[in-house]
Structures are given as C-alpha cells and as structure tokens.
Nanobody
C-alpha cells in the first residue's frame, strides 16, 4: 500500500522556520522524483520544490534562497526546509511522488503551514 505521510506543519511567526518531512512507503522511493506542492486559500495547487531521483533540485521563484529540498534514501523521506517564512507562504503543503516513465504518481494528504503573528 502506497503511503506518503507529511509532518512538520504548524503555526510560525513571520521570519521563522519549519522543516516538513514526507515519509514514503509502498513503492521504490529511489525511482521517483519527489516534489512539494502547496495550495493556499482560494488558490490552485502549485509546485514549490522538486528533487529528482538523481538529486537534481528545482524551486519556484517565490521560494528560491529560502527553501531547500532534500531526500534521504535510507529513510525513504523527503524534506523541505523553509526559512524566512512569510504570510504568503501560508498553505497546505503536499508531498508528491512522480515516476513519469511508468506514469505513476502519488500524493500525500497534506500538512498545514500557517505564518502569522
């Protein structure tokens, strides 16, 4: 059974930091690109950051220099380190696993990040 379980969300003040984790199981983690998406209130779900199976990273312009994505193949976990958080970063953050060659994609249920005083 495929599972992507996000954790680490919560309430943080502007300028603060959080680290999100996504624990993967039920599929071959090393063969999948891993991504973090977010969806703010009344907005579409957008890509925040991605890391390929080979370790190549990419980021949305809005988070470059503030967020960092990484993966641990021993723990089958992907992380999103978020620094200098701003109210505009408030959203539900979703973990995504994608294997484009095999047309397989999985989603987690999301974790809420709220940036507010």
């Amino acid at each position: 059974q495929v599972q992507l379980v996000e954790s680490g969300g919560g309430l943080v003040q502007p300028g603060g930091s959080l680290r999100l984790s996504c624990a993967a199981s039920g599929f071959t983690f090393s063969r999948y690109d891993m991504n973090w998406y977010r969806q703010g209130p009344g907005e579409e779900r957008d890509l925040v950051a991605g890391i390929s199976s080979a370790g190549t990273t990419n980021y949305a312009d809005s988070v470059k220099g503030r967020f960092s994505i990484s993966r641990d193949s021993h723990r089958n976990t992907v992380y999103l380190q978020m620094n200098s958080l701003q109210p505009d970063d408030t959203a539900v953050y979703y973990c995504n696993a994608l294997n484009a060659e095999e047309w397989e994609e999985y989603w987690g249920k999301g974790t809420l990040v709220t940036v507010s005083t």
